[in-house]
Structure formats: C-alpha cells, structure tokens
C-alpha cells in the first residue's frame, strides 16, 4: 500500500463542516454537563460496537454449522439454490426465527466480510466459550471504520496504519479521504470513491474495472 503526504484537505474535521454543530447551543436533559453526558454516551457506543461485532461472529459460526445433503453453508448467501432454500425453511419452521432483518444490514454484511482475514480457525474455535479468540483485533480503530472500507482490496493494511496512529472517527476518515484522492491521482483513474448517501452508512467504493484498466495499461 502507498503512503501519502497530506495533500488534499480536510472535509469531515474541518471548521465548514462542523460549524453545523455549535457546541455552545446543545442541551442535554437529566445530566449535569454537555461533557458528562458526551463521555457517557461514547462509553455506551463502544460497549455496543463490541456486542454487534459478537453478535455477528457468533450468530456467522452458528450459519456455517449448517450441512444439507452433504453440502456444508460456506456463506451469507449464493451457496447454491437448494441449501440456501433449505437453510431458509429451517430457520423459519424449527428455529423460529427469520435472521434477514439482521443478516441483510450493512453492519452484518460488511463485519462478516472480515472473518476470514481475522481468524484462520473461524469454524474451529468456539465464540461462545472462547470469546476472547474473537475479539476485533484492531483495538484504536473506530469499530464504524471497517464499514467504510470494507470493500478496499487494501483494507487491512489501512486499518492498520489507523490503528497504529489511533486516530479518532473524523480524523481517520479524512485520513482515508486524503488517500483515496492521492490514490487515484496516482492511478489516472476514479477507483475509489467516497459514497456519501443518506440511505446507507458511508463507504468508499472500489471500482474494480477501473483499476483493472489501469493496470492492464501500464
């Protein structure tokens, strides 16, 4: 991965944006302080981002129990017609339950996508009596973080140099901001692009067609 200086300038950190917040005009009722109820609600979101990213390892480890006719359910979804068919008519008739209102929000989606860098015993392990096995491994970075980058062929090494310079959400994303833009400034094509949509969590999208060309044309 190619590291860049600082070229481009900030968007989410900077003063043009975060003038539509000012400080001085927030209330907050039942607490003492703006700050008091700030750090409590910090504290609240990280307990929160820990218990969805569990919530996703365990209930992935559960799906990938499944086996029918032979054939073992290797993912969230386009396992072949049958199992998935199968899988579905289990889960409703003898579970109980319809997981789609889960499985099919961006959270779920992008975390998973994760598991098989992160954990090369996936299956083999067991979250529920060895959580600690499971754990996020990158500890300072904003949990919000992989969804932005989940598509990015070099996601890894990015949430690694985040980790490493623990920087906090807005200051990582105009990290990730500076480097797409520097990124396709250095590949003379548009692959990565900032996806910021009301309907979806943000995230950058890579267009693989366009870095394809790129490379076939060096």
Known sequence: MKKYNKTFEDYFSAERSLKYCDS????????E??????????????????????????LVWLFNKFTYRGKKRKKLH?????????FSLYMRQ???FDTRCITRSPFFYRFQSYFKDFFLEFDDNNPFTNPELYEMPFKNVPIDILSVVFMLPERLDLLATINLAGLPYNQA????????LCENESLGVVAYQFMLVPSTPV????????W???NLNQ
């Open 24 to 31: 001085t005009k927030i209330e907050i009722s039942g607490y």
């Open 203 to 210: 995230y950058i999208r890579f267009n693989k067609k366009q």
């Open 173 to 180: 994303m105009d990290w990730l901001l500076n480097w797409s």
């Open 94 to 96: 003898y579970v109980g």
């Open 33 to 58: 302080s703006l700050s008091e109820f700030t750090n409590f609600f910090g504290k609240f979101l990280i307990k929160t981002n820990e218990e969805l990213w569990m919530m996703t390892v365990k």
């Open 78 to 86: 386009a396992n072949g017609h049958i199992i998935d068919r199968a």
């Open 212 to 214: 394809k060309k790129r």
